[in-house]
């Protein structure tokens, strides 16, 4: 195995206070990945002691990756009670392109080039993230929050396999073909918490609701997914002295897979 492998990652930000009220903070990432790789495998066929055969494979494999991220907060502060509005909007695109060439080279008896395989992949992911959060005290011992967030996600997948043999190139159906992968999700949650001596409490209700397109171009097949979810919680804490608390919580969650792209 040969690795050559190459990577850069830039990142530039900065803070602007308007005034005590206003503040925003901007963000931006760019990365670059580079992979130059060579596999070699060698397979040697034996009638008892005698070596009749020599086979050998070598995978050149060639990746290189765009990330652009873009990510601002936004902070404002609405009145002398503490009520702040948060506004975070995050933007993201990544750009794949690899491809892999197989050669099936024969070196005993007769050298020879079997089969050479040739895999090509494009892959592009984009992202969005807008949400709001809006927290305001009551008073001492009292909060509330309301919050809501919109979530893009489109991945774009080409992928083709093609094989030359006998002089002639020829693109093998059944792993060739374009994917699209489009999800959208809506939330909202709202919470409330209260101290009242040596006892907190807090309780909460959020919500999703997820909708999933994945089409196919060459199978020309498509699926589409729509379900809401609730996600209640509870939370109490009890401080009986300096030496003993007891805290006891309850929630509903959910756990993504990750979408690598």
């Known amino acids: 195995k040969v690795y050559n492998q190459f990577y850069s990652a ?24 580079e992979l130059n790789n060579d596999v070699f495998i060698d ?10 055969s020599k086979f050998r494979r070598l995978d050149n494999q ?10 601002t907060n936004y902070y404002w502060k609405l009145n002398q009670q503490g009520g702040k509005l948060t506004i975070r909007l995050l933007g993201q695109r990544s750009t794949e392109d690899g491809n892999s060439t197989m ?10 080039i079997l089969n050479v395989d040739r895999s090509m992949n494009t892959r592009q992911n984009t992202r969005y993230n807008l949400s709001a959060d809006y927290v305001q005290p009551l008073n001492k011992h009292t909060r509330f929050e309301l ?18 043999a ?16 489009l999800e959208n999700i809506y939330a909202a949650y709202f919470q409330f918490t209260k101290t009242f001596n040596k006892l907190k409490y807090q309780f909460g209700l959020r919500s999703e ?23 209640p919680s509870a939370f109490v804490h009890y401080d ?5 608390k007891i805290r006891l919580s309850a929630s509903r969650r959910i756990r993504r897979p990750r979408l690598n792209a």
């Open 147 to 164: 919050g809501a967030q919109y979530r893009n996600t489109e991945i774009l997948n080409n992928f083709e396999v093609s094989r030359t």
């Open 62 to 71: 060639r990746l290189q990756t765009h990330l652009l991220r873009v990510s």
């Open 209 to 231: 609701t997820t909708n999933i397109l994945i089409a196919t171009e060459n199978n020309t097949r498509e699926q589409a997914i729509h379900y809401t979810n609730w996600f």
């Open 166 to 181: 006998n002089g002639t190139t020829s693109t093998i159906p059944a792993f060739t073909d374009n994917t699209t992968y």
């Open 43 to 52: 397979y040697e066929d034996y009638l008892g002691e005698a070596l009749v």
């Open 240 to 244: 009986f002295n300096k030496r003993h």
């Open 10 to 33: 830039n990142n530039l930000g900065g803070q602007f206070n308007f005034n005590n009220n206003h503040q925003l903070d901007i963000d931006l990432t760019y990365r670059l990945a």
């Open 103 to 112: 050669t099936d080279e024969l070196q005993i008896r007769v050298a020879s």
